[in-house]
């Protein structure tokens, strides 16, 4: 099992531009996470499924939208890229409720 | 432990010491408590975690104390390796209105010493 993959690892935007960030899961994992990391500031949740064809906001979604449309797969979109959305980003998924999460490698953005 | 603030907290230790990192978590309704270790450049990995039922829980090499009185978790490393050097968080699982959302404490930094 590969796990948790992340495409791509890093990416270079001008302000303005938009990206998609592709998370693949192969555990059949029904939750899915996006999070940003931010230096002394921790992981701050985007968005995230509890199963395919959800999605929720979470702690800091403005500026980004996500899609689940197969279980395996959870797309983190920016349509007009910040340069205050220059962060390492992290897909995660776990199971089932009270388990825990299974993260990939991350996605270093940078936004110029 | 964990603080509020742009820096890191750090604890350093010798190998083969004994490491304790500290962790406040904010919900009294958090029921569920996860450890992750990250390494440079890579994502968060599970150490280990512990139910609010329970007060104490041991894994290889790691303990991890919840202590609901206070909202205070810890997690005491023994014999600390070179090899442990990384990042440590502590998560709280909470439910606003279902579904656990993994919240994250700043992390500590473990530097550890030959």
Redesign the interface.
Known sequence: NAGVTQTPKFRVLKTGQSMTLLCAQDMNHEYMYWYRQDPGMGLRLIHYSVGEGTTAKGEVPDGYNVSRLKKQNFLLGLESAAPSQTSVYFCASKDREGSPLHFGNGTRLTVT | GESV????PTLSVQEGDNSIINCAYSNSASD?F?W?KQES??????II?I?SNMDKRQGQRVTVLLNKTVKHLSLQIAATQPGDSAVY?C?E?IRPGG?????????TSLIVHP
């Open positions: 603030g742009l820096h890191l569920y996860i992750y450049g890579k994502g968060p990995q599970f975690d139910r968080f998560a699982n579904s656990y959302i993994p919240t994250f404490g700043r992390g």
